[in-house]
C-alpha cells in the first residue's frame, strides 16, 4: 500500500519568506509525528499528533514554526520568517497507535528546506 | 532530557567484515529501536527490544538489549555493500505518544 508522502520534497527559500510542508500519513494511522534532521545528525522531535489534537509541542524550536492536523489525516508544518539555521530535513512519521508494544514508526521521505 | 549515545560516528569496513554500533544511555531505557537510513533516503524500521538481556537476529543482524537496559548494540556479520547507509538508535517514549529520542547515527561505508 502508499507508504507516507511528503511534499515539496525540496525547497528553497530566501531568508524570511515563509514555507509550508505537507505530510500524507498512512490511511487509518492514528499518530503523526514531525522531526527536524540537520546534516550528519539524527532526527530530532518537534510535534505530534494524535487525530487531530497537537498533544505534544515541545520540540519546536521557535515561535516561528506552526504545525497543523486539521482533520486527522494530512498535517502540515508551517515555518514563518524562515532564517538560515532552519535549514534541514523535515521528516514526517506516522504510526497506527494500538498497544504499548507497537510504537514502529512510518517515514516518509522527507523535506529538504534550504534558506539562502 | 533524555539522551542517546552512539558510537562510532563513522565505520569504514571492507566487504565481508563484521560491524557493530553501540548505543548508551545514562539512564534505564524502556524499550530501544533501531533505524537503517541509506543515502539520501528516509529512516526505516528494523526492530524493537524491550526486555532485559533481550536478543534478536534478523538474517546477518543481531540486536542486542543490555540487561541494565542501559545500552543496546547491532552487530552485522560479513558486511555487504547493500548494508550501506546511517543506522540509528532510538528510545519510544510511551507516555509521550511514542515519540523518538534518536542517537546520533553510525554511518556505515563498505568498500567492495
Known amino acids: 500500500g502508499a507508504g507516507v508522502s511528503q511534499s515539496p520534497r525540496y525547497k528553497v527559500a530566501k531568508r524570511g519568506q515563509d514555507v509550508a510542508l505537507r505530510c500524507d500519513p498512512i490511511s487509518g494511522h492514528v499518530s503523526l509525528f514531525w522531526y527536524q534532521q540537520a546534516l550528519g545528525q539524527g532526527p530530532e522531535f518537534l510535534t505530534y499528533?494524535?487525530?487531530?489534537?497537537?498533544?505534544?509541542k515541545s520540540g519546536l524550536p521557535s515561535d516561528r514554526f506552526f504545525a497543523e492536523r486539521p482533520e486527522g489525516s494530512v498535517s502540515t508544518l508551517k515555518i514563518q520568517r524562515t532564517q538560515q539555521e532552519d535549514s534541514a530535513v523535515y521528516l514526517c512519521?506516522?504510526?497506527?497507535?494500538?498497544?504499548?508494544?507497537?510504537?514502529?514508526?512510518?517515514f516518509g521521505p522527507g523535506t529538504r528546506l534550504t534558506v539562502t | 532530557g533524555q539522551q542517546v549515545m552512539q558510537i562510532p560516528q563513522y565505520q569504514h569496513v571492507q566487504e565481508g567484515e563484521d560491524f557493530t554500533t553501540y548505543c548508551n544511555s545514562s539512564?534505564?531505557?524502556?524499550?530501544i529501536q533501531w533505524y537503517k537510513q541509506r543515502p539520501g533516503g528516509h529512516p526505516v524500521f528494523l526492530i524493537q527490544?524491550?526486555?532485559?538481556?533481550e536478543v534478536k537476529k534478523q538474517k546477518r543482524l543481531t540486536f542486542q538489549f543490555g540487561e541494565a537496559k542501559k545500552n543496546s548494540s547491532l552487530h552485522i556479520t560479513a558486511t555487504q555493500t547493500t548494508d550501506v547507509g546511517t543506522y540509528f538508535c532510538?528510545?519510544?517514549?510511551?507516555?509521550?505518544?511514542?515519540?523518538?529520542?534518536f542517537g546520533q547515527g553510525t554511518e556505515l561505508s563498505v568498500k567492495p
Open positions: 527490544l524491550v526486555k532485559s538481556g
Open positions: 532510538a528510545e519510544s517514549i510511551y507516555n509521550q505518544g511514542g515519540k523518538l529520542i
Open positions: 539512564t534505564t531505557l524502556s524499550n
Open positions: 512519521a506516522s504510526s497506527l497507535y494500538t498497544s504499548r508494544n507497537s510504537y514502529e514508526q512510518y
Open positions: 499528533f494524535q487525530n487531530e489534537a497537537q498533544l505534544d
